[in-house]
Antibody, heavy 121, light 107 residues
Framework: EVQLVESGGGLVQPGGSLRLSCEASGFTFSSFWMHWVRQAPGKGLVWVSRIKSDGTSISYADTVKGRFTISRDNAKSTLYLQMNSLRAEDTAVYYC??????????????WGQGTLVTVSS | DIQMTQSPSSLSASVGDRVTITCRASQSISTYLSWYHQKPGKAPKLLIYAVSNLQSGVPSRFSGSGSGTDFTLTISSLQPEDFATYYCQQSYNAPLTFGGGTKVEIK
């Protein structure tokens, strides 16, 4: 069974840092592109970042570029999101998601349960 | 960036109704269009990918159509478990973008 389990969320002050983790199981993690998507309270889904299966290609949303860093450890089947210089507007539930390969549109077929990040003083 | 505009933003419908949600892209996205729904407190769930392909395990009352910039999600006969928020998403290029969502509520 495919599972994605996020951790690392919590309360952090503006300007602070946090590292999210997403532990994958039930599939060959090293074969899949992975993504982070966030959702502010009561708002819609916003894509944050993606990383290629071997880590050689990375993209970010403009709103987090230069502050967030996505990475992965294929030996540990774990995806990470290092978040620095956090702002109040980064407050959201953060989901990791697996991208489907060979699908024609690269959708996200599995999502984690989400981890809440709250940026507040 | 490609903007995805969904309409309506919300709708009220009854069990058994046919429901249609539209999604318009600010430029052509070919067939790089997926649909998800999300229930409160839960992660989104993939319904349809590549415009019209039903994800495994998704009931056949869900269908998708469209091309280029205009896309539609149809629920042929709304069921109680379908009351949720629906999102379209383009993966034509980065940054990937979602529509603003359509909340389907019980009439």
């Amino acid at each position: 069974e495919v599972q994605l389990v996020e951790s690392g969320g919590g309360l952090v002050q503006p300007g602070g840092s946090l590292r999210l983790s997403c532990e994958a199981s039930g599939f060959t993690f090293s074969s899949f592109w992975m993504h982070w998507v966030r959702q502010a309270p009561g708002k819609g889904l916003v894509w944050v970042s993606r990383i290629k299966s071997d880590g050689t290609s990375i993209s970010y949303a403009d709103t987090v570029k230069g502050r967030f860093t996505i990475s992965r450890d294929n030996a540990k089947s774990t995806l990470y999101l290092q978040m620095n210089s956090l702002r109040a507007e980064d407050t959201a539930v953060y989901y990791c998601a697996r991208e489907v390969t060979n699908s024609g549109s690269y959708p996200f077929d599995y999502w984690g349960q989400g981890t809440l990040v709250t940026v507040s003083s | 960036d490609i903007q995805m505009t969904q309409s309506p933003s919300s709708l009220s419908a009854s069990v058994g109704d046919r429901v249609t949600i539209t999604c318009r892209a600010s430029q052509s996205i070919s067939t790089y269009l997926s649909w998800y729904h999300q229930k409160p407190g839960k992660a989104p769930k993939l319904l349809i990918y590549a415009v019209s392909n039903l994800q495994s395990g998704v009931p056949s009352r869900f269908s998708g159509s469209g091309s280029g910039t205009d896309f539609t999600l149809t629920i042929s006969s709304l069921q109680p478990e379908d009351f949720a928020t629906y999102y379209c998403q383009q993966s034509y290029n980065a940054p990937l973008t979602f529509g603003g969502g359509t909340k389907v509520e019980i009439k």
